[in-house]
């Protein structure tokens, strides 16, 4: 138990100490740094703007201080802000940032005052001046005519005025005084002589004072103090990155010291597991050969279980051919006998036909039943034939022997006949049935009507997967010359194979039509057949869009001796096979 927590303990150890290091690792806040300089920014961009719009104001190009409000009110939203942030900070950074705030808080506050005596100042200044360019203006225009000493007086003491409006001298504040001084005395006994004199002495007196005013706003040390506070925050700033990149270090030393212990810990516990390891893999391998066993086991009663399966189906099929045999017979006997009874009752009527006309005949005219009993006689004959050659096939099922009729034939000829017998099912089932047979084929050898029931299986199976008539099947046949092999495709758009049925569609008795009387035998003697003749058949299938089957024949030349190995010749034995409807699958 010591063992095991000594590791433990110095493993927490050594985590809490990272964590310690990587809380003291970390950079200052940059959002805030950045908002500092914003703010800082911001102030000495009011600041300017204030000191710019008082020369204006005093140059008399403002008429009105809503500009000065206006970034004397930015100064103190600015200030208000670094405020904030100064006390958002402790330690060391409040020791550097706070004195540098209060220092410019006070500068602010100085600047105002001054602003509004220079606001008072200066409205006085430039009321005076107005009051004083008009009625001179007035005065020396109603005197010019009767006395033009009195007019050039006046025009000298205006002259006079705005240049020390412009350049407030004492030399040009001595010349307006001696020109007010010199006017006559009547003059000066005269109401509006009287307030000219006065506003002239007030200009000449309050100017002075409006820009000392203006001087010393200009002067003051906001832009000083914004910038110490910056150089105050930068120093911050820096310190305390250098001391976080001194404990990022010290955080990769123990970071390295942590993987080092760890490496050696683990190499301890792959030192001390591996005898553990060859133990669990000595009972893994006793326990896979015991699986594999019980594994083979299986196989071999399945094979037991499915080859009494077939031997008691073989004893079923020989009974059902006995018994279909004997009534197949008489079906062709009969159509045979009916044929020769038609073809010596045709005479009578033909001849009954020229005397009377056209007449009735089973309900239908004779012109049509002429034609069509024929029919009718050959297709019965057909159909009792076909069931004579299921009939062998069930015998060859029940008891193999020696299978002839293979020869070369062509596969788009073998599904023609196929379709043909279909011809009523695929009308009945839907109205989109395709056929793409390539040209040019070569041939192929087997067994035609055993390749003409590997496509009536296939088709008539995709007929039943379809769940409306407007669903569509298409048979094609291709040359792939790269395998030197004949494709045959039975594609349709029904309702899909489920995945886990699709490697058991070929096994005998597996069908998922239990319910509508299947056997489960269609499919597993079409894979029978397929492969009989050297072929193979692949299925692919997405449940609710369709299903595709690829049956794969090889292709020869017209001599025998040119087959693939494994190809039955004739006159060789096969494999016997059933010739069922797929129906029941």
């Not at 800082?40 to 190009?61: I, M, P, Q, S, T």
């Not at 412009?166 to 001084?181: F, G, H, K, T, Y």
């Not at 059902?320 to 006997?333: G, K, S, T, Y």
């Not at 005219?365 to 009993?373: A, K, N």
Request: hydrophobic content about 45%.
């Amino acid at each position: 138990m010591r063992t095991v927590w000594k590791p433990l303990l110095v493993v927490a150890g050594l985590l809490l100490l990272l964590t310690y290091l990587l809380l003291q690792s970390q950079s200052p806040d940059l959002v805030w740094r950045a908002r500092m300089y914003e703010a800082l920014h911001a102030f000495e961009l009011h600041d300017a703007e204030l000191n710019r719009d008082a020369l204006l104001v005093r140059a008399g190009l403002l008429t009105h201080y809503d500009s000065l409000s206006w970034a004397i009110d930015g100064l103190y939203g600015a200030l208000e802000t670094l405020q904030a942030w100064g006390g958002a900070v402790a330690g060391e950074a409040a020791a550097r940032i706070d004195p540098r705030l209060a220092e410019l808080a006070t500068a602010v506050q100085q600047k105002e005052t001054l602003l509004e005596y220079f606001k008072t100042d200066n409205a006085l200044f430039q009321n005076s001046l107005m009051y004083f360019m008009h009625t001179g203006h007035t005065l020396s225009s109603q005197t010019a005519a009767r006395d033009g000493a009195v007019a050039a007086a006046l025009g000298t003491l205006s002259h006079a005025m705005l240049q020390f409006v412009q350049l407030p001298q004492r030399a040009v504040s001595d010349q307006i005084e001696a020109i007010l001084s010199q006017l006559p005395p009547v003059l000066q006994s005269e109401q509006d002589f009287h307030t000219l004199a006065v506003h002239g002495r007030l200009i000449v007196d309050v100017l002075p004072e409006v820009d000392a005013t203006l001087r010393q706003l200009l002067a003051a040390p906001t832009t000083t103090y914004a910038r110490a506070l910056r150089d105050a925050s930068v120093q911050y700033y820096h310190w305390v990155e250098v001391r976080a990149k001194v404990f990022r270090l010290l955080l990769y030393v123990m970071a390295v010291v942590l993987l080092a212990y760890l490496v050696y810990q683990f190499a301890r516990l792959r030192t001390n597991a591996r005898a553990l390891i060859q133990v669990n893999a000595d009972l893994r391998r006793e326990i896979a050969e015991r699986t594999q066993l019980e594994h083979k086991t299986l196989q071999q009663e399945l094979q037991l279980i499915q080859a009494n399966k077939m031997t008691a189906l073989g004893t079923l099929v020989a009974g059902v051919a006995h018994e279909i045999n004997n009534p197949n017979q008489l079906v062709l006997m009969n159509a045979r006998v009916l044929a020769e009874s038609w073809t010596d009752a045709m005479r009578i009527l033909e001849a009954y036909h020229q005397e009377h006309q056209d007449f009735l005949l089973g309900g239908l005219l004779y012109t049509e039943m002429r034609e069509t009993i024929p029919a009718l006689i050959r297709d019965m004959h057909d159909g009792a034939q076909r069931i004579e050659r299921i009939i062998d096939n069930l015998k060859d099922f029940a008891r193999p022997r020696g299978h002839a009729g293979y020869a070369t034939l062509h596969l788009n000829d073998a599904v023609r006949r196929a379709l043909a017998l279909l011809h009523y099912v695929i009308n009945k089932s839907t109205t989109r049935f395709h056929v793409d047979l390539a040209e040019h084929l070569p041939p192929l050898w087997g067994n035609s009507q055993q390749i003409e029931q590997v496509v009536v299986n296939l088709v008539v199976n995709a007929l039943e997967a379809l769940p409306e008539r407007d669903g569509s099947v298409t048979v094609a046949t291709r040359h792939n010359q790269a395998e030197f092999s004949l494709e045959l495709e039975v594609r349709d758009a029904g309702i899909g194979i489920p995945p886990e049925h699709l490697a058991r569609l070929c096994d005998p008795f597996f069908t998922t039509k239990q319910e509508q009387g299947g056997t489960g035998l269609g499919l597993a003697i079409t894979y029978t057949l397929v492969r009989n003749h050297g072929g193979r058949m692949a299925f692919t299938s997405t449940p609710g869009q369709g299903t595709c089957v690829l049956v794969t024949f090889p292709c020869v030349s017209e001599s025998p001796q040119s087959l693939p190995e494994g190809v039955p010749t004739a006159g060789a034995p096969v494999t016997a096979s059933l010739f069922l409807d797929t129906s029941l699958s």
